[in-house]
């Protein structure tokens, strides 16, 4: 008895400060004007994603069409070259003899050719011979112009206007025939390819503009679809060439977006969703107040984003004024 008059005085103030609080905990929260929208199934185009690599449309590995050693290279990896700038100079020695071996021939035939004339002006020489020295002039003419033109090759000109990527010899090494010296490409002339599988290949036809998700989405027009499949992989090269884009390099990664059916989905603007934590939360308009919704979310299609679960079709969700609401407070909708 002692102890339960002790302790009832504590129960009583601790019943009265409750009391004291109530009227503080019930005042009735303020009502908030908001807008809100109708949840409803919105039609949409489901794609799969197929991963790829931007390449150059115009590429180029060049190679020595003589053999000889490098003496000179000028262009190095990132350097811009124009059609026609040295890349390489090699040591062609050789050619170099043939060269002078057939002017000298030339310059011989030349001498006869010229005796003949003046020889059959007068009538000291025949017909034949004359024909022949002049047939001498004219494959000493075509030696020349074969020997010099493999003396041309000692310099390995650039075949287009681009970019050198990689150099693959150096000063010394041995240039030849099928070895590569270096590769060039067309930085401005890009293109996406990507490797389609059989399930999807019939969706994408020439001519048809495709998103294509690099660090932005660009639109791409597919130019090229492989007549046959990969015997390893079994899919279909598809090649979608790109518009100019800044900062658009050549081997970056993307996804290309292959249109496979139409859905429905229950879309929301992106901004009506609150993020708590791992918890994903919207607001519905509900008898005149603001009821909180557990939801879950799917993809998200540019501002708006797809709801898995936690909403029904015709629904009022509040997309206004979120962060001032708490569950339960009364709002007004915007008409």
């Known amino acids: 008895m002692k102890i339960l008059s002790r302790l009832l005085p504590a ?8 009391h004291e609080q109530n009227p503080a ?5 303020p009502t908030v004007t908001v807008k809100a929208e109708a949840v409803k199934w919105s039609p949409h185009m489901a794609v ?3 991963v790829g690599t931007v390449r150059s449309k115009q590429r180029a590995v060049v190679e020595a069409k003589v053999s000889g050693r490098v003496l000179e290279y000028t262009a190095t990896p990132g350097a811009m070259v124009k059609a026609g700038d040295l890349l ?24 006869d050719f010229d005796r003949q004339k003046q020889l059959i002006a007068s009538n000291a020489t025949t017909r034949q011979e004359f024909d022949a020295t002049e047939a001498r002039v004219k494959i000493g003419t075509g030696a020349v112009s074969e020997a010099e033109t493999m003396m041309s090759y000692a310099k390995v000109t650039a075949p287009f206007d681009g970019v050198v990527t990689r150099k693959l010899a150096d000063v010394g090494d041995l240039a030849m025939p099928g070895k590569p010296l270096l590769e060039i490409e067309a930085p401005t002339l890009l293109r996406f390819e990507a490797d389609l599988p059989e399930a999807i290949l019939d969706r994408v036809k020439l001519g048809e503009k495709m998103s294509v998700r690099l660090a932005k989405v660009i639109e791409g027009t597919v130019s090229e679809i492989s007549p046959v499949a ?32 139409e859905v429905k989905l229950l879309l929301v603007p992106q901004s009506a969703v609150l993020k708590r934590g791992q918890m994903e939360l ?12 557990l939801v879950k979310t799917g ?11 936690g909403l029904e079709e015709g629904e009022q969700i509040i997309v206004s004024e979120i962060a001032q609401l708490t569950d339960g407070q009364p709002v007004t909708i915007q008409p």
């Open 282 to 293: 919207v607001f519905v308009a509900k008898e005149g107040k603001a009821a909180l919704r």
């Open 299 to 309: 993809k998200v299609l540019e501002d708006r984003v797809e709801v898995l679960s």
């Open 11 to 18: 129960l009583l103030l601790t019943a009265c400060g409750k």
């Open 230 to 261: 990969d015997p390893v992989s079994r899919t279909f090269n598809v090649k979608l060439d790109l518009p100019p884009t800044d900062g658009l390099r050549t081997g970056q990664f993307g996804r290309v977006s292959v249109p496979v059916a």
């Open 88 to 111: 390489a100079r090699l040591d062609v020695q050789e050619i170099q003899a043939k060269v002078d071996q057939a002017r000298a021939m030339l310059d011989q035939a030349k001498r």
């Open 48 to 50: 799969e994603e197929v």
């Open 25 to 29: 905990a019930s005042t009735p929260l």
